[in-house]
């Protein structure tokens, strides 16, 4: 049997409120008011999927479980890099082993759910490892747009085993998926937003038709009646579509799973997912799920809880990483943070943030992994890691092994609010930090408001764009202090 064994998700602390898209386009399209209710998410100027993914992956994984990962799948619309590896990033920012298998799933809607059938269906029943499967999107929309309201950004996270070793949550009871090239939406590969078609084409030729129709599908294969279906899951935003879909295949309507439209917005790839955890965090043993994933076709899939949900230690999840939020009322900002609106940003701005990647894969131990050193000789914690032990009573050469400082705990030593310094959020927040058990460094804070920050604050470390080189399309990824509640 294979099934799931783990989860974690990531939704980002802002959420934009609707009300104030819709009071600054609605003397364009009146219509738009009827979406006003609620918030959707929004990145921080320093987050995009891959930031996104590693963050829903390190709330899915402790650092001792990642070495039992064997292939990561990494599933995004979004990517940053369209020739360059993007889930290599990831395992590289989660020090994952280099002997691993990574990939990039893309080009539909339903990437999440066919990254996560093939994860459980690539499983090896002599492995004792596990695969994880990442989805995660933030993606852009023309201004004053439908898609402007209802889109949100976020990630999804799940561990997949084979049951040898690892306990599983839920148990895959079996897959069925199709291929059809209906077009509800699509982005050219040189343009910046969707393009969609008619809505109610979308609905009753696409959602429903085609949906009804894979479950249908899934229910004969398994030989399980719909009447046992206890969490039904359908990712689609157009309203009494699932309500539509459950009365025409006799599932219970009660089985609909809530799509979190008004405290989140459709996250993209990594919804169903998302959705998905939602409900495995609230599950009880022996319940029955289907998922079910759109784009260019349909992916379905049922589980079963197992009596190991009730034993499952849980991280943030999706309620958890909810309730950390921070509203965001000025729409201007969310644009800026978008690249929507050519702001004026002064001559602190135009400098060459050139990457040397040469020096970049030398060091990516320490720049995206985090990792710095533990010296053998005398014990003492560093980052970053060095020749020399930094102990002034030790100072022993080539005497340090690697040590994660990712997960360390730590409190804030010194800081400075930097009102000149050039940000694209200002003012800068920048200082000290003190690691538990040892070792010191001056880095960049993020999440945080200038009225919170004080000295022995904890924080946390997180995975973001350091620098964005514009003139040749880089993305400079470091770790950053972010308040850790």
Request: charged content about 25%.
């Amino acid at each position: 049997m294979v099934g799931i064994t783990g989860f974690g998700a990531y939704i980002p602390k802002l959420r934009l409120k609707r009300e104030s898209i819709v009071d600054a386009n609605k003397w364009l399209n009146p219509g738009i008011a009827s979406l006003a209710k609620g918030e959707r998410s929004m990145s921080n100027w320093d987050e995009d999927p891959i930031t996104l993914g590693v963050e829903a992956a390190r709330d899915c994984l402790s650092i001792n479980e990642r070495s039992l990962i064997e292939n990561i799948y990494f599933a995004s619309t979004t990517n940053p890099f369209a020739d360059r590896q993007n889930a290599a990033i990831v395992a590289t920012a989660l020090s994952l082993n280099s002997n691993i298998m990574a990939m990039d799933v893309t080009g539909s809607q339903r990437s999440g759910t066919t990254a996560l059938i093939s994860a459980l269906t690539s499983l090896d029943n002599n492995s004792d490892n596990e695969k994880l499967c990442i989805a995660a999107d933030k993606r852009l929309t023309r201004p004053g747009s439908t898609q402007e309201l209802t889109y949100g950004d976020g990630a999804a996270a799940l561990r997949v085993g084979n049951g040898n070793n690892n306990e599983i949550i839920a148990d895959l009871i079996d897959f069925y998926s199709f291929t059809d090239d209906f077009v509800d939406h699509y982005r050219p590969a040189n343009r910046k937003f969707d393009y969609y078609w008619e809505e109610r084409w979308i609905r009753q030729e696409g959602h429903i038709k085609l949906i009804s129709n894979a479950i249908i599908n899934l229910l004969e294969k398994t030989n399980v009646p719909a009447e046992e279906i206890d969490h039904l899951i359908i990712p689609v935003i157009s309203r009494g579509t699932p309500q539509v879909i459950a009365k025409n295949l006799s599932i219970n309507p009660e089985a609909i799973t809530d799509n979190m439209q008004i405290n989140c917005g459709d996250t993209g790839v990594a919804h169903p997912l998302i959705m998905l955890i939602s409900v495995l965090e609230k599950a009880k043993p022996g319940e029955k799920i289907l998922v079910c994933g759109f784009g260019q076709g349909v992916d379905t899939f049922l589980l079963e809880t197992s009596k190991e949900i009730t034993r499952y230690q849980k991280n943030n999840g999706v309620v958890g990483t909810l309730l950390r939020r921070r509203t965001e009322k000025n729409y201007i900002k969310f644009l800026s943070f978008n690249g929507l609106i050519d702001m004026e940003r002064g001559m602190r701005a135009e400098q060459d943030k050139q990457t040397a990647l040469t020096t970049l894969y030398r060091n990516r131990s320490f720049l995206l992994g985090f990792n710095g050193g533990k010296c053998t000789k005398c014990g003492t914690a560093q980052i970053p890691k060095t020749k020399i032990c930094v102990n002034p009573n030790c100072g022993s050469h080539d005497s340090q092994l690697d040590e994660s400082f990712s997960e360390k705990k730590a409190t804030i030593m010194s800081w400075t609010s930097d009102q000149l310094a050039y940000s694209l959020d200002p003012p800068a927040h920048y200082g000290m930090v003190q690691f538990e058990g040892g070792g010191r460094l001056m880095t960049d804070f993020t999440d945080i408001e200038h009225d919170e920050i004080k000295v022995d604050m904890p924080i946390r470390m997180v995975f973001r764009i350091k620098d964005l080189d514009e003139q040749r399309g880089f993305v400079r990824y470091f770790w950053k202090a972010s308040p850790a509640k």
